[in-house]
């Protein structure tokens, strides 16, 4: 029972879903079901005569999964001279591409370098920041700040930030703060009083 539970605690954590098939359906998804069972039963004779340790298994486990994924699934054009097939790896490949570039030029603009004439507004305990490192797609490392560490000028360069795997100190440049909304002003200039 308690390995049900570290499996579901960990997946959660890593956000990962499981999709399982009706029960005793093994039809519904044949071609998936039978890529793992000659997988599974050629890995089996493969390795069958050699004791593997972790880094040993994982690495094998990484090599089959990009041959695998090196499959042709069809034509990759309808030109004749073309002869690049279709791979589940074209997949894989260009959403890294796309998140690499993307989530770089996306905290880059959260975090625009002004210069250092521009006095800029100190990260405030309670809020909220993006860590630069740990991201994943679809999983944002978005943590509060819990300390903020100010310099004998009273600058914070330095905070605390909770996560779940503890408290952590980070520079300043190591965190992007989620933008503020913006307060709507009355169109006259007048200020609006709360009543």
């Known amino acids: 029972m308690w390995k049900s539970s570290t499996v579901q605690n960990f997946s959660t954590e890593e956000g990962i879903q499981w999709n399982f098939i009706r029960p005793a359906s093994p039809n519904f998804v044949g071609l998936w079901e039978e890529n793992i069972k000659s997988m599974k039963k050629i890995l089996l004779k493969v390795a069958k005569t050699r004791v593997l340790n972790f880094e040993e298994l994982t690495t094998l486990v990484t090599q089959i999964e990009a041959i695998l994924n090196s499959r042709p699934l069809c034509p990759l054009s309808?030109?004749?001279?073309?002869?690049?097939?279709?791979?589940p790896g074209h997949f894989m490949d260009l959403k890294a591409k796309f998140w690499s570039s993307w989530s770089l030029k996306y905290l880059s603009e959260l975090q625009p370098r002004r210069r250092w004439i521009f006095p800029q507004p100190n990260l405030q305990e309670g809020q909220m920041v993006i860590l630069k490192e740990g991201n994943k797609p679809l999983q944002w490392n978005l943590v509060p700040i819990c300390k903020v560490i100010p310099s004998e000028y009273g600058l914070v360069r330095v905070v605390e930030v909770k996560t779940a795997a503890g408290v952590f100190r980070r520079a300043i440049s190591k965190v992007v703060p989620l933008p503020l909304p913006e307060v709507e002003q009355p169109s006259n200039g007048e200020r609006e009083v709360p009543v």
């Not at 309808?78 to 791979?87: A, G, R, S, W």
């Open 78 to 87: 309808v030109d004749p001279n073309d002869l690049q097939p279709l791979t």
